[in-house]
T-cell receptor
Framework: AQSVTQLDSQVPVFEEAPVELRCNYS??????LFWYVQYPNQGLQLLLK??????LVKGINGFEAEFNKSQTSFHLRKPSVHISDTAEYFC?????????????FGTGTRLQVTL | GAGVSQTPSNKVTEKGKYVELRCDPI?????LYWYRQSLGQGPEFLIY????????DSGLPNDRFFAVRPEGSVSTLKIQRTERGDSAVYLC?????????????FGEGSRLTVL
């Protein structure tokens, strides 16, 4: 079984400041890792994913995340946030061996960007 | 339409009633998923269809929940004898193919409130 922990339920930040949203996971098998974003009144959309290769992955809207196997973490970062980044962010994992994207999600982090 | 469509967007019902939630996936997507998101939680997997058949229904909480996808496109999630604990946002997602790469396209969800 897998579990995902997002310790920060809310992160307030000023526009143009950097931000890091933390994600840790637990799994008895190797996993793929994802970040999804949910903007107000919209469905979840994929922000970025780590399948293999370089542990630093880049996603849409200037976000990036780094996979750290020893710390079982996949933190999301952006060097300078915009008001439009205000949304809920979900970290998720799925086992590498499988034929379905049976994602296990964290509880989400609400990023609130203000002027 | 271009995205995953879910109806109704909101459903209020009384305890003990029967409810149907509909999902129209992106055209050509063979895989369809249902997730449930309770207040303050991340989405939880319910069931996965590949074509017309339910390939994995291990997330359905009990036998009051049932889902169908008779023609391999539209899916209906059916909940019998609703309970207050069934109140949540029910999310539908679709993807092309069977790979578990996590690229799911989500609808905006159906918010179910059981009084």
């Amino acid at each position: 079984a897998q579990s995902v922990t997002q310790l920060d339920s809310q992160v307030p930040v000023f526009e143009e400041a950097p931000v890091e949203l933390r994600c840790n996971y637990s799994s008895s098998v190797s996993v793929y890792l994802f970040w999804y974003v949910q903007y107000p009144n919209q469905g979840l959309q994929l922000l970025l994913k780590y399948l293999s290769g370089s542990t630093l992955v880049k996603g849409i809207n200037g976000f990036e995340a780094e996979f750290n196997k020893s710390q079982t973490s996949f933190h999301l970062r952006k060097p300078s946030v915009h008001i439009s980044d205000t949304a809920e962010y979900f970290c998720a994992v799925t086992p590498r061996t499988g034929t379905a994207s049976k994602l296990t999600f964290g509880t989400g982090t609400r990023l609130q960007v203000t002027l | 339409g271009a995205g995953v469509s879910q109806t109704p967007s909101n459903k209020v019902t009384e305890k003990g009633k029967y409810v149907e939630l509909r999902c129209d996936p992106i055209s050509g997507h063979t895989a369809l998923y249902w997730y449930r998101q309770s207040l303050g939680q991340g989405p939880e997997f319910l069931i996965y269809f590949q074509g017309t058949g339910a390939a994995d229904d291990s997330g359905l909480p009990n036998d009051r929940f049932f889902a169908v996808r008779p023609e391999g496109s539209v899916s209906t999630l059916k909940i019998q004898r609703t309970e207050r604990g069934d109140s949540a946002v029910y999310l539908c997602a679709s993807s092309f193919g069977t790979a578990n790469t996590g690229e799911l396209f989500f609808g905006e969800g159906s918010r179910l409130t059981v009084l």
